[in-house]
């Protein structure tokens, strides 16, 4: 078939496939979904997860627009103590690979649940910087390169597993967020987090205020990524839009070393096939012999070594 | 759950903005009542969810209200035509036997309490049908199963008993072991704060983005210790204890 053409390697983490499910559109992996082929599933980002138990917001929670949909999910999630006990151990008998993704809303709640995180075996920590509400102040953290540096250093001092950043694309100037990430010492960056929007629901009359997902996002993941890989030296998972195959390829012509699919899969039932088949295509047709030849092709940054 | 292409092998209007759909069964696996299936419709992003109507190994059938963009399209599909369906999504009704059992439904809460009926039947069940409409036109008695207890109402009076169905249910003697409802949550809150005393299980409506309970957009708040948590219609519903649910 060709998939073997698509193992990739994130730092030191090798996966069967490019494909990453990413955080919070994707559960735990723990449903039963007939229709999906996990062995082409390369690894999964659960849903993040907090310190303490977070019930999330209330309704409205999703709006639908064009080519995409707001959510203001709120990382509703139960918390770490109960997702180590009742819910990792699921995780690792049905994924080779998992990214747990957490967040804090202090410092010192990152370093807690990296403590806690470090006596599991999970193969990599996306660190969720795009929450609006971090400290009193509810601020962002990946929109201050200080606040990302400052809080990548104190994680990357805790521990040993393999860190990835998830950048949110409401920033000025996405470069200096990535690297000062990768000066602080991390290992991966996944963009985008959704992009800030709001829909106003006439027949309920509420409005719905919250991430914009799905197609109607995929420029600005791209040009996200396409601006980091200019900077950068770490492998970057493009994320954002991508509702079929041949998005696929565009992220990794711009700069992607691995593609992350969200709401793509609640429109577009086939995408992980779609992604799988469009790749190994075009693989052929160039006749590369791997992804890492065709990362960054459309960049005018390429051939770094990375 | 499964994905699969379904033909449409009809697509018909009942009556003002009333369909029924049939499209083939092509799933392997089983469909019970209150089970919903989650329809592509190309020209919008998320599916559309709809509740299983009519089952049978051939074919599965839904009745929809044309409301917005997405039903507008799917009303134009054409015999011969293919969907992309999830399905079987959700869990079902509660089923027992020999029972007394009341079926409350306004509007197109019809749709569920058809495949409900015709299982509970199947159990030996005496069932009471009520049904409310806006007039006699959106009473769709040829779709109805026969050897039940019907009970109809409509606003103007066209047809049945004039009013609320909600009110005419509550003229009757309740005697009912069970009571099922579906429909607009107005008529699903009043079932729900009705009575304690008796299992009443309702089918929720909420919006939904994935149906296959990974991203808890369609979450409804259910009482548990504390002040309740967050339930996911697409999956721990769309059927529910009326009495657990803490409407917002
Ligand atoms: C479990 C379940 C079962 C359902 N069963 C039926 C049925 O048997 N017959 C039927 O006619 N309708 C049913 N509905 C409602 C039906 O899904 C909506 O009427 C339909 O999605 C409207 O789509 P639209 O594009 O025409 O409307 P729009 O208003 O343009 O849709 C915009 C968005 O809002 C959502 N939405 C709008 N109205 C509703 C609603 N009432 N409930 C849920 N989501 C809504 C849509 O799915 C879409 O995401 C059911 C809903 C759920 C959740
Ligand atoms: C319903 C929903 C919930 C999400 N929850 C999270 C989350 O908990 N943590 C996170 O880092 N990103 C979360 N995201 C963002 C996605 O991981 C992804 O970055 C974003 O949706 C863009 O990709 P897409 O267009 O392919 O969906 C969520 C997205 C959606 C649609």
């Known amino acids: 078939m060709g998939i073997e053409k698509l193992r990739i390697k994130l730092g030191h983490i090798e996966l069967k496939t490019p494909i990453i499910m990413a955080s919070g559109t994707f559960g735990y992996g723990l449903e039963k979904i007939n229709f999906i082929d996990y062995k082409k599933i390369g690894a999964i ?30 990382l509703q999630n139960p918390g770490v103590f109960y997702f180590i006990k009742n819910i990792l151990p699921k995780i690792r008998k049905k994924f080779n690979k998992i990214f747990v993704s ?53 994680i990357k001092n805790e521990t040993s597993i393999p860190l990835i950043a998830k950048l949110s694309p409401n920033v000025t100037n996405i470069k200096e967020i990535a690297i000062a990430a990768e000066e602080a010492g991390i290992d991966m960056i996944s963009v985008i987090n ?29 040009k996200c990524v396409y601006d980091i890989y200019k900077v950068v030296k770490i492998p970057i998972i493009g994320i954002g839009g991508i509702i079929k195959g041949t998005d696929a390829i565009e992220y990794f012509l711009v700069g992607a070393s691995a593609i992350g699919i969200g709401s793509g899969l609640f429109t577009n039932s086939q995408i992980i096939d ?19 030849e065709i990362t960054g092709l459309l960049n005018e940054k390429k051939g770094k070594n990375r | 759950m499964n994905s699969e292409i379904c033909k449409i092998l009809k697509n018909k209007n009942l009556s003002d903005d009333f ?25 919008v992003f998320l599916r559309r969810p709809f509740s299983v109507a009519i089952y049978t190994k051939k074919f599965i059938g839904i009745i929809y209200k044309k409301i917005g963009l997405g039903t507008e399209i799917l009303s134009k599909k054409r015999k011969g035509e293919s969907l992309n369906i999830l399905g079987p999504c959700g869990n079902s009704f509660p089923i027992f ?34 049904y409310g409409a806006r007039n006699k036109k959106l009473i769709f008695s040829e779709i109805l199963p026969s050897g039940i207890d019907y009970i ?35 008529l699903l809150k009043k079932v729900s704060l009705y009575s304690s005393k008796k299992p009443v299980y309702i089918s929720l409506e909420n919006y939904m983005a994935c149906g296959m309970g990974l991203c808890y957009g369609c979450v409804v708040k259910i009482k548990e210790e504390g002040d309740g948590k967050y339930k996911r219609v697409c999956k721990d519903g769309p059927i529910f204890e009326g009495e657990k649910i803490i409407w917002e």
């Not at chain 1, 193969?123 to 953290?141: R, T």
């Not at chain 1, 914009?212 to 420029?219: A, D, Q, R, T, W």
């Not at chain 1, 779609?274 to 890492?292: A, G, H, P, Q, R």
Request: aromatic share 10%; glycine share 8%.
């Open chain 1, 45 to 74: 980002t659960t849903k993040t997860i907090t310190y303490y138990p977070w019930e999330g917001n209330p309704q409205p929670r999703i709006y639908e627009t064009y080519s995409g949909m707001i959510n203001s999910i709120g």
């Open chain 1, 102 to 154: 957490i967040s804090g809303r202090t410092e010192n709640e990152f370093i807690q649940l990296i403590k806690i995180m470090n006596k599991e075996k999970i193969d990599a920590l996306e660190l969720n910087l795009s929450c609006p509400n971090f400290e009193k102040e509810q601020k962002m953290i990946s929109q201050s390169s200080d606040l990302t540096y400052k809080i990548v250093k104190k």
């Open chain 1, 194 to 222: 959704t992009v800030k929007g709001l829909c106003v629901d006439l027949k309920k009359m509420k409005i719905i205020d919250g991430g914009l997902s799905g197609g109607c996002i995929k420029p600005i993941g791209l």
């Open chain 1, 274 to 292: 779609e992604v799988i088949k469009s790749l190994i295509n075009f693989l052929n047709k160039t006749k590369s012999k791997n992804l890492k």
């Open chain 2, 19 to 43: 369909y029924l759909l049939k499209i083939e069964n092509n799933f392997k696996e089983v469909f019970l009542p209150g089970n919903f299936i989650h329809i592509k419709i190309e020209g």
């Open chain 2, 97 to 130: 036997e020999n029972k007394k059992v009341a079926l409350i439904s306004g509007g197109t809460g019809i749709a569920p309490l058809i495949f409900l009926s015709s299982e509970l039947k199947k159990r030996k069940n005496k069932i009471y049908f009520f």
């Open chain 2, 152 to 186: 109809f109402s409509t606003d103007d009076g066209s047809f049945g008993q004039k009013g609320n169905i909600f009110d005419i249910f509550k003229t009757y003697k309740d005697d009912y072991e069970i009571i099922y409802a579906a429909g607009p949550e107005q």
